[in-house]
C-alpha cells in the first residue's frame, strides 16, 4: 500500500461565517492514495479504507466529478460500481454504498473529464449544489481523480480556501507519526 485513504483529504474554510453553515472537504477518488494512478480495478477493502477516512457525520453528501479519462475511459471503470449516467448491469455509486454500509450517504453526480478541468456550465450546476447543502448545515465531500484539480476549482469559485489543517479530525493518523512509520 501506497499511502492512507483517501487522498488529498482537505477541508475548506467560508469566505464569511456562517452560523449553521455545514462543512466542505475534497478528496481523491477511492484507491488513488493506495495504487496512484495504476489503472486496476480496485477491491472492496480500498473502497471500505476510502470510506473509513472521510469525515464521521451522521449523513455525507458525496459530490461526484468522476466522469471519464481524456481517451474516453470511464473513471468508474475501476470499480464495483457505475455512474448513475452510465447504462450497465453494475448497481450505481449510490446504490453500492447504500447496500454496503450502515452510514448513510447521498451521491451527486456532475460527470466531467480527467484532466481537462472543469467547464463553467458544470462549475455553475455543482457550486449551486455544493451552496444548497452548506447552506442546509449538510457536510459535503467533493471527489475527483487525486483531490487537487477539478474540485478545488469548485471551492475557489464560491470563495472558499483551503484551510491550514491537511486532515480533518476524525482519529486519522497525524502527518508526524506517518513520517516515523515511514522512516
Known amino acids: 500500500m501506497v499511502g ?9 474554510r467560508a469566505p464569511t461565517t456562517a452560523g449553521d453553515a455545514g462543512r466542505l472537504f475534497t478528496c481523491g477518488r477511492p484507491g488513488r ?3 496512484r494512478r495504476e489503472g486496476r480495478p480496485i477491491d472492496d477493502d480500498t473502497i471500505d479504507l476510502w470510506v473509513k ?5 451522521e449523513l455525507l453528501d458525496i459530490v461526484s466529478l468522476l ?7 470511464s473513471e468508474f471503470g475501476y470499480y464495483p460500481f457505475r455512474s448513475s449516467k452510465e447504462a450497465g448491469n453494475k448497481p450505481t455509486f449510490q ?3 447504500d447496500q454496503r454500509y450502515d452510514r448513510r450517504f447521498v451521491v451527486h453526480e ?3 473529464v480527467d484532466a481537462q478541468g472543469i467547464p463553467p456550465d458544470a462549475r455553475e450546476a455543482v457550486t449551486r449544489c455544493v451552496l444548497d447543502l452548506i447552506g442546509k448545515g449538510r457536510t459535503v465531500v467533493i471527489i475527483d481523480s487525486a483531490g487537487a484539480e477539478r474540485n478545488a476549482r469548485v471551492c475557489e469559485a ?3 480556501t483551503r484551510m491550514a489543517q491537511s486532515q480533518p479530525p476524525n482519529n486519522r493518523i497525524q502527518p508526524t507519526a506517518r ?3 515511514r522512516g
Open 110 to 112: 456532475f460527470p466531467t
Open 4 to 12: 492512507d485513504e483517501p487522498v488529498n483529504l482537505r477541508e475548506w
Open 53 to 57: 477516512g472521510l469525515p464521521k457525520t
Open 179 to 181: 513520517r516515523a512509520r
Open 67 to 73: 466522469g471519464e479519462k481524456t481517451d474516453g475511459y
Open 95 to 97: 446504490q453500492w454504498l
Open 33 to 35: 492514495a493506495t495504487f
Open 158 to 160: 464560491i470563495g472558499y
